[in-house]
């Protein structure tokens, strides 16, 4: 069988769905919207994103935040429990984080609600001061 025989043989349809056309305009005849197979489901849904498994937390900022701030306390070497020997600080690793912190405070600023904003100065505060004692010379 040759290559042009087996390409007729596997033929396939390709639907354009866009909203809107090559020149920005929203189309008269918008597609049609896909079934989704009863294996794929969407990763959010207008509840917000899904939950993968029963019992897991809902992704909130809040939460989002509580998670850069665990990672950079880690990189800190101040993660609960203590540190652990085998992964070592990495203050690059943590000034980093800091500074992602810094940045969405800035990129959200007026956008959050009283307990986000308060959530996210507070925590960016308290691993500012954790890193400069770190880093400062004894």
Known sequence: MSDEERFEEKKFKVTDRRQFTEEGELREDPP??????????????????????PG??????????????????MHL??????????????LEAARQMIEILAMLQKKTEGNLSADERQLL?????????????????R
Do not use: H
Not at 32 to 53: A, Y
């Open 32 to 53: 049609e919207p896909r079934e989704e197979s009863p294996t794929q489901t969407p990763l959010v849904n207008s509840e917000g994103p899904r939950e993968k498994t």
């Open 56 to 73: 897991t937390a809902k992704i909130d900022f809040s939460s989002f935040l509580l998670s850069l701030a665990g990672s950079a306390m």
């Open 77 to 90: 070497g101040e993660a609960p429990g203590g540190s652990d020997p085998q992964s070592p600080e990495n």
């Open 121 to 137: 100065d507070q925590v960016l505060y308290e691993l500012q001061m954790t890193y400069v004692n770190k880093t400062k010379p």
